[in-house]
Each structure stands twice: as C-alpha cells, then as structure tokens.
C-alpha cells in the first residue's frame, strides 16, 4: 500500500507515503490548543517513521492563527532542531487573507529550516523528493498579445524585463514602455516561455534580464534588471531558492 492514513480527524488529516514524506491536510478555524496538538501529533508521527519530509496542505484552513507563533518560534520549533540540515517542509497555501499572511509571518522565524510554498500538490512532491521540474515547452513565438481597452496590442516577448500584478491588474515593464491589462500572473505565465519565472508572489522576471541579485532581509532578496539599474524588484524568501538555482547560484536543499 503506497499510502498509510495516521491520523483523520475534523481539522486533520495525515498520511504516510512511501515515497518518503508525510502529507498533512489541516481544515477550517484552528485554535491555539488546536495548532499544539497537531503539531506536536505530528512531530511524533514524523520521529517514528523517520521521515522529515513534510507536506501541509493549508487550502482548506481559515482564519489567522498567528496567536500561536510564539508558540511555534519558542517550543516547537527548538524541538526540530536535530534536523535542521535535513527538514523540509513544503506549504500549500490557503487561498483565505488571514491565513496566508500568518503562513507568511510564520516564515520570519523559520530562517533555519528549508521551506517553501506552493500552489499545487504536484509541484510541492516535486521540490521535496528532488525531482527535477517538470518541463515547460518553449514557445516559438516571438511575440505575445494582449488586449488591452479593446484591441489587441503586440509585444516583443525578449522587450518584457519585468511582469508584477497590483490590484489585478498585470503590468508588463520593457525598457521604454509599460502595458496594463486585467489578468492574472499565473495567466500570463503560462503564455511566456520558460525563462520567464516567477520570484514573488506578485512578480515574474525575464531571467536573460538580470543583472544581479543581493540579499535583503529574512530570506528575501532584491533583484536588479540590465537596463534598469534603479530598479529594485522583490524576490520573495519562498522564491529565493529557485530563483538562485535558475541563475545558476548555488542551492542548498
């Protein structure tokens, strides 16, 4: 049987894969007494199949539960430190306000450990077991087209330095010129070829572009465009690992 189910409750689920990681599915409003119990249920689970590799799927969770980080920073996180150098723990994301932006708090003091976030369970099995990603076809297209105010407007794909989303609205910067239309990041993403690659939840740069990147605080980064010297574009700390193996920087996993 590839998959043991451990624990199945009302706010968690827990399964053992063989492939060699836990999947933790965690489910509506979490109190403090909650969050203890789970983390500590699963901390065990995790001592006694010998397994570091963890997955929280957090798209059913609701609410904030930052009421608990200093719980988590000063008691449970000291009792995972004999596997500092081997922990990794992949987040999928809760799509509520509160929720995420605890999960994001949540990161300022898990400096230590290897974590990163994810949209779909495919791609965070891929990260944890060290896959390789999963390959996107080139485009032979060297333009791409959007509309914007009712006509179709056609940009040269190797003009984009940069593309963020503020409000909905998709911003895509070239050296001399700025287009806006109502989109999505992953949308227009999914339109560009692969070297196009997201580095923060609300930005995505053309990798040929960079010039530089230096590191910021707490994880994160700051990344610099060849042609736009002044311009500091975010790389955000659950980004900062694959965007320095996309630049050939070396990455501890």
């Given at each position: 049987m590839e998959e043991e189910i451990l624990i199945e409750t009302d706010s968690c689920k827990v399964i053992y894969n063989q492939l060699g990681y836990l999947f933790i599915e965690v489910m509506g409003y979490f109190s403090s007494k909650l969050i203890k119990e789970n983390a500590l249920g699963v901390l065990d689970i995790?001592?006694?199949?010998?397994?570091?590799n963890i997955i929280i799927?957090?798209?059913?969770?609701?609410?904030?539960?930052?009421?608990?980080?200093?719980w988590l920073e000063l008691e449970f996180l000291p009792l995972i430190q004999e596997w500092k150098d081997e922990i990794k723990i992949a987040y999928i994301c809760s799509t509520d306000s509160s929720s995420k932006?605890?999960?994001?708090?949540?990161?300022?003091?898990?400096?230590e450990f290897d974590v990163q976030v994810f949209?779909?369970?495919?791609?965070?099995?891929?990260?944890?077991?060290?896959?390789?990603?999963?390959?996107k076809e080139e485009t032979n297209l060297n333009?791409?087209?959007?509309?914007?105010?009712?006509?179709?407007?056609?940009?040269?794909?190797?003009?984009?330095n940069y593309i963020y989303v503020e409000k909905k609205i998709v911003h895509i910067e070239t050296t001399d010129k700025s287009y806006e239309f109502?989109?999505?990041?992953?949308?227009?993403?999914?339109k560009l070829p692969a070297h196009f690659h997201q580095i923060h939840r609300s930005y995505a740069v053309n990798l040929n572009q960079v010039a530089s990147i230096k590191y910021y605080a707490g994880g994160s980064y700051l990344l610099y465009i060849?042609?736009?010297?002044?311009?500091?574009?975010?790389?955000?700390r659950t980004f900062a690992a694959s965007t320095k193996k996309r630049l050939g920087i070396k990455v501890r996993w």
């Amino acid at each position: 049987m590839e998959e043991e189910i451990l624990i199945e409750t009302d706010s968690c689920k827990v399964i053992y894969n063989q492939l060699g990681y836990l999947f933790i599915e965690v489910m509506g409003y979490f109190s403090s007494k909650l969050i203890k119990e789970n983390a500590l249920g699963v901390l065990d689970i995790a001592h006694v199949k010998e397994c570091p590799n963890i997955i929280i799927d957090q798209t059913k969770m609701r609410g904030t539960w930052s009421y608990a980080l200093k719980w988590l920073e000063l008691e449970f996180l000291p009792l995972i430190q004999e596997w500092k150098d081997e922990i990794k723990i992949a987040y999928i994301c809760s799509t509520d306000s509160s929720s995420k932006q605890s999960l994001y708090r949540f990161f300022e003091i898990t400096n230590e450990f290897d974590v990163q976030v994810f949209d779909q369970l495919e791609d965070s099995k891929r990260w944890l077991l060290s896959l390789p990603p999963e390959e996107k076809e080139e485009t032979n297209l060297n333009v791409i087209s959007i509309k914007n105010e009712g006509r179709h407007v056609i940009i040269e794909i190797e003009s984009i330095n940069y593309i963020y989303v503020e409000k909905k609205i998709v911003h895509i910067e070239t050296t001399d010129k700025s287009y806006e239309f109502r989109s999505s990041l992953k949308d227009i993403l999914n339109k560009l070829p692969a070297h196009f690659h997201q580095i923060h939840r609300s930005y995505a740069v053309n990798l040929n572009q960079v010039a530089s990147i230096k590191y910021y605080a707490g994880g994160s980064y700051l990344l610099y465009i060849k042609d736009l010297p002044k311009i500091k574009i975010p790389v955000g700390r659950t980004f900062a690992a694959s965007t320095k193996k996309r630049l050939g920087i070396k990455v501890r996993w």
